[in-house]
């Protein structure tokens, strides 16, 4: 491809913190080894980007628009699906990921993979600034720093490597303002989604990897059982809609207690409840509903399900 061409950054439709930290930290990356790029991306940003974005005043810059000429650089995920529309496969000249390989990569040779299954893609990030010695914007130490506290959540679950708590660490040390009181405040403010739970919960996809119609949504919320006591029927609802329309036959939502360290996992129905309790033993539910002091992600059940039923 031409050398001149301009990359662009791109993560998925409606980013989260990790995606919209990667993405404006390896603009910069890119940048300050002399390459023109820029970031783009499609949908809503989840809440917490806006709260962090707010809290420390940095403002997102995204491309208008993404040219057929542009090369394509995809963070934090890998699945073609999920990429903004007009991007075409053809364009992707790189991937940096934590999300597991998907089949289209396979034999391909075309493309520069970095891969590998950690607490967050802005982890692989943060370490090209500290490995190649390129200083980094406090912006974008910033946005990395959330990236890799709001997937591992705060360093927690069990996904999160010694390289995410190592280059956290290295982050916070560059940013006087990243305290601990100020995620804590982050974290309670990220809870107030009473508005917009449908969105937060990322429910719509039936996961493409498995046989079975299956999909599972997550929420990080600051005091689980108290927001259930006002939520838990308009979250039923919301799995019943989206389970109808988007025929998905399994259908549930991990709510992970940020603060406190436990889930509550919701299952959609009954057949939902019986398939998790089948292949995680510390679910048991009860009117499907099962908490659980094992702190454990979304990510480490889709695993589990992925690997039970591979297509
Ligand atoms: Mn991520």
Redesign the pocket.
Known sequence: MNKNSRKIVTSYIDP?M??IG?MYAYVEFLRKKGEVAEYYFEGTPKKEVGIVLEKFKIQLKCANKVSKDDEIVIV?NNELNFIPKGITQEQIIQII???PRRPWLDNNTKVNCQIELIG???TLIAERFKNENIEISKESAILLYY?IIS?TMNLKIKLTSLRDIEIATWLKEKVPELTDEITKEIFIKKSEIGDNIENEMEIGFKNPMVKIKWSIGQLEIANAEEFLLKYESEIRAILDRVSAKNDIEYISVNIMDILNGYNILIAGNKKTADLLSENFDFFKFKNLKAKTTKFISRKELVRVIAERYKK
């Open positions: 989260d990790d995606g990667s934090d990921d934590h999300h967050a893609a802005a990236g997937n």
